[in-house]
């Protein structure tokens, strides 16, 4: 198995080696070679901005099929709140879990539901004061791998409990288990999933060994069946479990009026997310006590993997919200210990570095300069890597060579012609 | 020294905002060469302070930069018009940065002092009238 699962891949036969995915990345992890884009594994954080960006639909975030859940005796399905917001004329979300059940599941878990949880053990640690903060979301897992590859110091910043992906998918398998007497292993939990880093998260998660969720399935998967379904049901099931609170955090800033204070910050889109961990990093940002970080503008809502406009989405979630309670749902005793994270958050240090031995980066680093100054500085992505000062690391790492440059290539070649002439 | 890596910026006075592009991209060069985050995060909350510092008081300057692989030296230079008391200027919260730029969060007196809680030892040289050289030195350890 390769060390890093990602659910975002390459579709080779669609991709024709443009430039539009290299230089959208947000970690430069995408180089073309040889005609066709390649993601570099140890990079990737699986944001999905290159499936957004890409006219030819050449990436794509593998995820669960729907039959899957027949592997299993009992399922449940775990929705993302941001499904809610997909469905034109909705007036309650019983619908959507009422057709859920309909669509092949035994039973339905609001992962809004667990955000409620996560809301309230965030605010009892706050209140305890034992976080570090400005503390920072660890609910989009796209954000916390950004942090893991780029951000070292901010890695003990991290919220550290679970998110409510995880937290549902646990409390969900507990009552199946209790409530049919199956083991853990014939009870199947389904995340209904809004985007492709959830897909990875639960496959190799941040800080758990193992995700008690046992698959994730596209919201644009299910969606054409589900909304079949739910246009013909003859009875909606009274299944929704979450108030207003857990419904929120399908978009920006419904984590942090979750939290119920005011000395919040809340950034969405993965390039104003990484400017607001720059400013972090560099202790600018002051007056904060907690920062609420997505990878998709608008939030959840955004996620690539969802059928709506995310600023549609957005205002059916508010119309939804109305007239919910603010929340139903609370910490049992004990469990907010149980919502901990099992393993620290660790600083990867090896994915950006250039060698392990400082005088060696060093040396690589002056010859990057110098291969710097004589590149055009157009940052044109002709040569495969996102820019100039790109392909100057990818050389000398030896992975790239100077005549990858087409500008390079032609002075070579001109420079070539020139000396022949003289020899005619 | 033969394996320093020397990195020069210039400093615009033009843009307030602009300021915080050198530090940027000397972080960005160390987090690269695998320095240590917290020598990392001390010099580039150092060299901020003072690009800020150089933007706000002094139309700009330049700066250079000698990575070494157990410290990290700055220069910030400037021709400003020079720091006429250094001792009441290194006391927290003293400032003489004009209203426009308070406003902005900036200018809250904790320049200086910030400057040289990060740094490891810090120099200032300056003449009114000619200007400011501000030298710092950011020990690795580890």
Known sequence: MEKYFHSVQLDADRCCGCTNCLKRCPTEAIRVHDGKAKILSERCIDCGECIRICPHHAKKA???????????EYTVAIPAPALFGQFNNLDSIDVVLTGLKRLGFDDVFEVSRAAELVSEATRRLIKENKLNKPIISSACPAVVRLIRIRFPELCDNVMPLMAPIE????????????????????VGVFFITPCPAKVTEIHSPNY??????????AVSKIYPELTQIMDHLTEVEPLGQSGLMGIGWATSGGESAAMLGDKYLAADGIENVIRVLEELEDEHIRGVDFIELNACSGGCVGGVLNVENPYVAQARIQKLRKFLPVSLNHLEEGQLTQMLWENELTYDADIFRLDKDISKAMEM??????IYKGLPHLDCGSCGAPTC?????????????ETDCIFKLRAKIQNVYDQLKGTI | MSNAIHLHYEVSGEDFTRAGEASGAVKKRLKSLGFNPDAIRRTAIAMYEAEINMVIHADGGFCDVDIYPD???ILLSDHGPGIPDVEKAMQEGFSTAPDNVRSLGFGAGMGLPNIKKYSDE?????T??????????IKVSG
Do not use: W
């Not at chain 1, 669960?64 to 027949?70: A, C, M, N, V, Y």
């Open chain 1, 208 to 217: 758990t060994a193992h995700s008690e969720c046992d698959g994730a399935i």
């Open chain 1, 167 to 186: 937290v549902a998918a646990r409390v969900a398998k507990q009552e199946a288990m209790e409530k049919t007497g199956l083991p853990k292993s014939k």
């Open chain 1, 389 to 401: 000062r790109a392909l100057a690391e990818d050389i000398v790492r030896g992975k790239a060579k």
């Open chain 1, 365 to 370: 680093m002056s010859q990057m300069e110098d």
């Open chain 2, 122 to 126: 810090m120099r200032i040289e300056t």
């Open chain 1, 62 to 72: 593998n995820s669960s099929k729907l039959e899957e859940i027949r592997d299993f």
């Open chain 2, 71 to 73: 410290r990290i030296e």
């Open chain 2, 128 to 137: 009114i009238g000619v200007g400011t050289n501000l030298y710092l030195t």
